[in-house]
């Protein structure tokens, strides 16, 4: 713009004489009024300089501003972080609110620090981990009054208020945690990492665990209503007696995964992987990966089901299955199966069960 402006200028100022030459003014007024243009022209491409300086100017000084505020807000920050910390380290039982608050600053810096998201993360879950116990003596009885400790709660649903699932470099590592009737309503752990984790009796509806592993975790008696599950690896997962009413299961992989008694109603689990698993009954021969199973709905369009054991499931009101896919399981004469599907002939009866490669 301002070459343009330069250009036009230069043109008037060559020009500032022929403009006069046809007014038929004497030679010394037009030489007069020539001049004056051309000072005119002077004083607009000064003042064109100066604004351009003064521009110039004030965009360095901005800049500067700029840099000497995220200079102060990294120093901010690095204070606030450093004090969080100072919170969650102490390890007094009385110093719950203490810590608590330190886990409510980290959120805050991680939401005011996209950049520093991922490390508040990774400290939230080394300190669930940590910080996490079970019950006193782990029975079931014990479990029914189990409450994790208010801080523990406090950084899980912190974590799953703060993970997204576009993040690769935010990848959530809670294994072998221990988190048993935690209280998880709706959390993201999209992609995490959850192998052998505990959360038997935990509160999980709505949860995101979309391609998470969850691999020999504990989720025994778990509610899992509307869940999303999609590609998730629960190789060896227990989810005995869980409730995963209409969970969303799509791609998942429950290789092995114990589901006696699991309520499945209305669960979809197209293309998802159901191969040998759950325990041997010692006294009947049977295996009981289904045993108990509620199947009232579920969906199993294109679900493999190579090896799995139905032995005594009633998949009456299952949808989507095909007589292809029962030639892939185990079943017997005590299996229900939909109107239209028949047992294949390589199912045994229930006095002689299948004691090939899938026995111990």
Not at 202 to 216: K, P, Q, R
Request: hydrophobic share 40%; aromatic share 4%; proline share 4%.
């Amino acid at each position: 713009m301002l070459a343009t402006m330069a250009l036009g200028l230069a043109v008037l100022w060559v020009l500032a004489p022929v403009l006069y030459a046809g007014s038929g003014a004497k030679p010394d007024a037009q030489a007069t009024a020539s001049a004056t243009t051309r000072a005119g022209i002077l004083a607009v491409f000064a003042a064109a300089i100066a604004t351009l300086g003064a521009v110039l100017s004030l965009a360095e000084t901005r800049r500067a501003n700029l840099a000497t505020h995220e200079r102060e807000r990294e120093a901010q920050v690095t204070d606030r972080y450093t004090k969080a910390i100072g919170q969650l380290g102490e390890a007094d039982e009385d110093k719950v609110a203490v810590r608590l608050g330190g886990i409510y600053a980290l959120e805050r810096i991680a939401e005011d620090s996209p950049r520093d998201r991922p490390t508040v993360l990774d400290v939230l879950c080394a300190f669930v981990r940590h910080r996490g116990r079970g019950p006193a003596d782990g029975s079931p009885e014990s479990l029914k009054t189990h409450r994790p400790p208010a801080d523990v709660q406090a950084a899980a649903t912190v974590i799953g208020r703060l993970s997204r699932a576009d993040a690769e470099s935010e990848r959530i590592n809670l294994s072998e945690a221990h988190l048993e009737r935690v209280n998880l309503f709706e959390a993201r752990f999209t992609q995490a990492m959850l192998a052998h984790a505990h959360l038997e009796g935990a509160w999980l509806t709505g949860v995101h665990f979309e391609e998470a592993s969850l691999i020999g975790a504990h989720l025994e008696g778990a509610t899992l209503d509307g869940a999303h599950l999609e590609g998730a690896t629960l190789t060896g997962t227990h989810l005995k007696g869980a409730t995963m009413y209409g969970a969303w299961l799509a791609g998942a992989s429950l290789r092995e995964a114990d589901l006696e008694r699991a309520n499945l109603t209305g669960a979809w689990l197209p293309n998802a992987t159901l191969s040998a698993g759950g325990a041997l009954d010692v006294e009947t021969g049977q295996w009981r990966q289904f045993e108990g199973a509620r199947l009232h709905g579920t969906h199993l369009k294109d679900a493999q089901l190579q090896g799995t054991h139905l032995e005594g499931v009633d998949l009456s009101h299952v949808r989507g299955l095909t007589q292809s896919q029962l030639g892939y399981a185990h079943g017997d004469e005590a299996t229900l199966l939909p109107e239209g599907l028949t047992r294949p002939a390589s199912w045994n009866p229930p006095d002689e069960p299948d004691r090939g490669q899938d026995s111990p």
